[in-house]
């Protein structure tokens, strides 16, 4: 696609000059942002075609990271504007304590036959088309998602006969959303000091990686799936400390990218994982916000990897950025436990006024129906091997600046060697600069960079990103 040429349209209220504009901005609050420095450099964005999105002094950008790992179609995705009008026109909301819709039914028709395979076999459960499969819980964002996985695991064990199961084991460095309960499982200090004390019952451990690096020389000799095995197994050791008859449920993202790192373990830590959970009746739930809805080249991470979950939250890319759009996969053989009679109060106890809602589903199942026609899960795997392969050049070219290049389908990016770039010197944060004057945007941490473009992303995009990328790093030293 040609960079569009269209003139320039100021926000209004919005432009750079003025003291009123910066004294409107400073009152406009944004996620995780000092409001008082983005005043001074705001970023007014007004509209996106494919993979680049405009500001509104008229620059165009490539959006290497989707929004924020939401946008795999692109912007201005036609199948999907079409299903939201029509469903405007057609019925913008019903009573939700009331029934449900059918777009809502369509999409949870699409999820069920979309779920995990593993999710339906691994535990004796039916196969699907024999009465079996998933229940899905409709939501409207990742935090409401992760929130009622957790709440889902605590009821589930009252309602199996377990009312002493309710503690939750998550990981360090992972993040599970901005409200009390997602935050109490999110793994780093910089998102969640500030709120304590959080809710009780939360336990912490810490990634594969992390293991590598505590055990210095002897670590290098360590295999990814030896880190993998030890770290689950520490997982063990603490479920056995607590009383396994406390913990109700284990959550991780099967990859996770937060302020706190870039964490892709090794598909042995899951097989480890999935065992003990079964050991000691405990849970599994995935976090797949980030790396649901063909991210990772395969429909879900569980499908990545080849390990089931109990459930399974699902956010962000599900709903292509066209409405808020996320939901819970049930494994049936927690679900059964929710079905009863009304006097027994088994049903779920959760809700929220926007789940469900049917220009938001219809949005969904249109964007299922967009990745299946355009065969995009391989266009992921495809684009995504490239783009690896280009990274690890660019670690070639420059291995005592770049220590590591990891990730999955189109989900891949580097660390700086921390030798040369201590984490003080916030090394990403210079290259999110350096690319925003070069108009590229990605994910960029203190010690890493990731790049999660559209899943329709062409190879011609990927080389303008990857150009962008490679004078960026030859700007950063010094
Ligand atoms: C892995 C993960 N889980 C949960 C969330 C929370 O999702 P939301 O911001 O839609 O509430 C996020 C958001 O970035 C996320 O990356």
Same mark, same amino acid.
């Given at each position: 696609m040609a960079v569009p040429t269209t003139a320039p349209v100021p926000a209004h209220g919005a432009t750079t000059d003025g003291q009123a504009d910066r004294d409107l901005l400073q009152h406009l609050v944004l996620d995780f942002r000092q409001m008082r420095e983005f005043a001074e450099t705001p970023w007014v964005f007004t509209r996106g075609e494919g993979v680049r999105i405009q500001d509104d002094t008229g620059k165009w950008y490539l959006d290497g990271l989707s929004g924020v790992f939401v946008n795999s179609l692109g912007y201005g995705n036609e199948r999907v504007l079409a299903a939201a009008f029509n469903q405007l026109n057609e019925l913008h909301f019903a009573p939700p304590l009331h029934g449900t819709t059918k777009p809502a039914i369509e999409l949870a028709e699409r999820l069920r036959r979309l779920a995990p395979a593993v999710m339906h076999g691994a535990h004796g459960i039916e196969q699907e088309g024999q009465g079996g499969g998933v229940a899905v819980k409709l939501l409207s964002g990742g935090s409401e998602a992760t929130e009622a996985a957790m709440k889902l695991a605590r009821q589930y064990h009252k309602n199996a006969g377990h009312p002493r199961?309710?503690?939750?084991?998550?990981?360090? #460095?992972?993040?599970?959303?901005?409200?009390? #309960?997602?935050?109490?499982?999110?793994?780093?200090?910089?998102?969640?000091?500030?709120?304590?004390?959080?809710?009780?019952?939360?336990?912490?451990?810490?990634?594969?990686?992390?293991?590598r690096e505590l055990?210095?020389?002897?670590?290098?000799?360590?295999?990814?799936?030896?880190?993998?095995?030890?770290?689950?197994?520490?997982?063990?050791?603490?479920?056995?400390?607590?009383?396994?008859?406390?913990v109700a449920a284990v959550i991780v993202?099967?990859?996770?990218?937060?302020?706190?790192?870039?964490?892709?373990?090794?598909?042995?830590?899951?097989?480890?994982?999935?065992?003990?959970?079964?050991?000691?009746?405990?849970?599994?739930?995935?976090?797949?916000?980030?790396?649901?809805?063909?991210?990772?080249?395969?429909?879900?991470?569980?499908d990545y990897f080849g390990v089931a979950p109990d459930l399974l939250c699902?956010?962000? #890319?599900? #709903?292509?950025?066209?409405?808020?759009?996320?939901?819970v996969l049930i494994a049936d053989r927690v679900w059964q436990a929710f079905l009863a009679n009304p006097e027994e109060r088994k049903e779920f106890h959760h809700g929220h006024t926007f789940a469900g809602n049917p220009v938001a589903c219809a949005v969904g199942a249109a964007a299922i129906d967009e990745i299946e026609a355009r065969g995009l899960l391989a266009n992921a795997r495809r684009r995504g091997a490239?783009?690896?392969?280009?990274?690890?050049?660019?670690?070639?070219?420059?291995?005592?600046?770049?220590?590591?290049?990891?990730?999955?389908?189109?989900?891949?990016?580097?660390?700086?060697?921390?030798a040369l770039y201590p984490k003080s010197s916030k090394p990403g944060k210079r290259f999110e600069a350096l690319a925003r004057e070069r108009g590229l945007i990605a994910r960029c941490g203190d010690e890493f960079v990731v790049f999660a473009p559209p899943l329709v992303v062409t190879r011609d995009e990927l080389d303008e990103m990857l150009a962008i990328a490679a004078e960026c790093l030859a700007h950063l030293p010094g």
């Amino acid at each position: 696609m040609a960079v569009p040429t269209t003139a320039p349209v100021p926000a209004h209220g919005a432009t750079t000059d003025g003291q009123a504009d910066r004294d409107l901005l400073q009152h406009l609050v944004l996620d995780f942002r000092q409001m008082r420095e983005f005043a001074e450099t705001p970023w007014v964005f007004t509209r996106g075609e494919g993979v680049r999105i405009q500001d509104d002094t008229g620059k165009w950008y490539l959006d290497g990271l989707s929004g924020v790992f939401v946008n795999s179609l692109g912007y201005g995705n036609e199948r999907v504007l079409a299903a939201a009008f029509n469903q405007l026109n057609e019925l913008h909301f019903a009573p939700p304590l009331h029934g449900t819709t059918k777009p809502a039914i369509e999409l949870a028709e699409r999820l069920r036959r979309l779920a995990p395979a593993v999710m339906h076999g691994a535990h004796g459960i039916e196969q699907e088309g024999q009465g079996g499969g998933v229940a899905v819980k409709l939501l409207s964002g990742g935090s409401e998602a992760t929130e009622a996985a957790m709440k889902l695991a605590r009821q589930y064990h009252k309602n199996a006969g377990h009312p002493r199961k309710y503690k939750i084991i998550a990981r360090y #460095g992972g993040y599970h959303g901005g409200t009390l #309960g997602a935050l109490s499982a999110t793994g780093s200090w910089e998102r969640k000091s500030v709120f304590e004390p959080l809710v009780a019952g939360f336990l912490h451990h810490h990634p594969p990686r992390v293991l590598r690096e505590l055990f210095g020389e002897l670590g290098k000799t360590l295999s990814d799936a030896e880190c993998g095995i030890v770290s689950a197994r520490l997982v063990e050791r603490t479920i056995e400390a607590e009383d396994p008859e406390t913990v109700a449920a284990v959550i991780v993202e099967p990859i996770s990218i937060s302020s706190a790192g870039f964490t892709v373990p090794p598909p042995e830590y899951y097989q480890a994982l999935r065992r003990i959970c079964d050991q000691h009746d405990v849970l599994l739930i995935y976090d797949e916000i980030i790396t649901g809805f063909g991210r990772l080249g395969e429909w879900f991470g569980a499908d990545y990897f080849g390990v089931a979950p109990d459930l399974l939250c699902c956010g962000k #890319g599900m #709903g292509g950025g066209y409405a808020p759009l996320a939901a819970v996969l049930i494994a049936d053989r927690v679900w059964q436990a929710f079905l009863a009679n009304p006097e027994e109060r088994k049903e779920f106890h959760h809700g929220h006024t926007f789940a469900g809602n049917p220009v938001a589903c219809a949005v969904g199942a249109a964007a299922i129906d967009e990745i299946e026609a355009r065969g995009l899960l391989a266009n992921a795997r495809r684009r995504g091997a490239y783009l690896r392969g280009r990274l690890e050049s660019f670690r070639r070219r420059y291995p005592q600046m770049i220590a590591d290049v990891r990730g999955a389908g189109l989900l891949q990016g580097f660390e700086y060697d921390p030798a040369l770039y201590p984490k003080s010197s916030k090394p990403g944060k210079r290259f999110e600069a350096l690319a925003r004057e070069r108009g590229l945007i990605a994910r960029c941490g203190d010690e890493f960079v990731v790049f999660a473009p559209p899943l329709v992303v062409t190879r011609d995009e990927l080389d303008e990103m990857l150009a962008i990328a490679a004078e960026c790093l030859a700007h950063l030293p010094g």
